[in-house]
């Protein structure tokens, strides 16, 4: 029978901080996502006057009645979903065999290249200078101004070098070598079937950039119809500001009335986009979690 290790006052002591510590954590964590579903099912009244602060007040669906009837809601839906799809195999595309290259030992000029990389994430020419360039590449109001700009990014290509460089074994790709298998016949079908958690991370990681992304399309989308749902949500917070400052200085009660419920409806809509904006990535993120974790531990120290 095993001894039991009893433990001693200190080590309570430092569970029981552990899990106050946890219990924090969870805290500000859960309120801020419960306390958006609830707004997005609350009346704007009770949230604008802080009566719903946990659960829903006043429980009204015209929210998210609004956003199904909104056409420019689901256009930008569209949009996001074809960006973030688009984006991402081409970020794959770009970052896996660059990081595959620069983990080979024999790649002659590796030590160079990746001098070139480093000097990026540290020095870079502006926001002016880029827009120009694109501009000159004809990409201003297209959707690859939002994508090929940052087809790659050095540290997730760090990253994934890092992995290649730590899992695929070098006696694998000789004895691939000696076999008559070329580099590219190594790369696909070799390298690639082992790499599934790298591309799962690096899918993740890009994904979720551009399916957050907004700043792009406020510089280089002039087209309304082009925008991503990032930008619909801020036209949304932007009109809800707007008249919220306005309501204060309007001079006709029917005036400021009108812009009380534009207001609302405003708030309404903020909730709700939110709400539906962020489901598909809570969707997905289970699904690739276990490949996250095997990600993030690439580096570590190996038993």
Not at 91 to 118: E, H, K, Q
Not at 237 to 256: D, K, Y
Request: charged share 10%; with cysteine; hydrophobic share 50%.
């Amino acid at each position: 029978m095993a001894a039991v290790i009893k433990e001693s006052k200190t080590d309570r002591m430092f569970l029981g901080f552990t899990y106050l510590f946890l219990a924090i954590a969870l805290i500000c964590v859960l309120y801020p996502l419960l306390y958006i579903v609830s707004a997005s099912i609350s009346s704007p009244t009770y949230v604008n006057s802080g009566e719903m602060w946990l659960l829903p007040k006043g429980i009204t669906f015209e929210g998210y009645q609004r956003v199904f009837e909104n056409q420019a809601i689901w256009r930008g839906y569209a949009n996001t979903i074809l960006y973030t799809v688009v984006g991402t195999l081409v970020n794959l595309l770009v970052t896996i065999p660059a990081a595959y290259a620069l983990s080979r030992s024999d790649f002659v000029g590796r030590g160079f290249f990746m001098g070139m990389f480093l000097v990026t994430m540290f020095f870079g020419g502006g926001l002016i200078p880029t827009y120009l360039l694109v501009k000159e590449l004809g990409l201003i109001n297209s959707m690859w101004a939002l994508i090929l700009p940052g087809a790659a990014s050095v540290w997730n290509i760090i990253v994934a070098r890092t992995f290649f460089q730590s899992t695929i074994p070098k006696e694998l790709q000789e004895a691939a070598h000696i076999d008559g298998c070329t580099n590219l016949r190594l790369f696909w079908k070799i390298v690639i079937p082992l790499s599934s958690p790298i591309i799962a991370v690096m899918a993740l990681f890009y994904g979720v950039g551009h399916w957050n992304s907004y700043f792009n399309a406020l510089v280089y989308l002039n087209d309304e119809a082009k925008y991503p749902l990032q930008m619909v949500l801020r036209q949304i917070l932007v009109l809800q500001e707007m008249n919220s400052s306005g309501i204060g200085t309007a001079t006709s009660g029917e005036t400021a009335m009108a812009m009380n419920a534009r207001a609302d409806v405003a708030a309404l809509l903020k909730y709700a986009v939110i709400i539906i904006s962020t489901l598909p990535i809570i969707a997905i993120y289970p699904f690739l979690q276990r490949y996250f974790v095997q990600g993030v531990m690439i580096g570590s120290v190996k038993g």
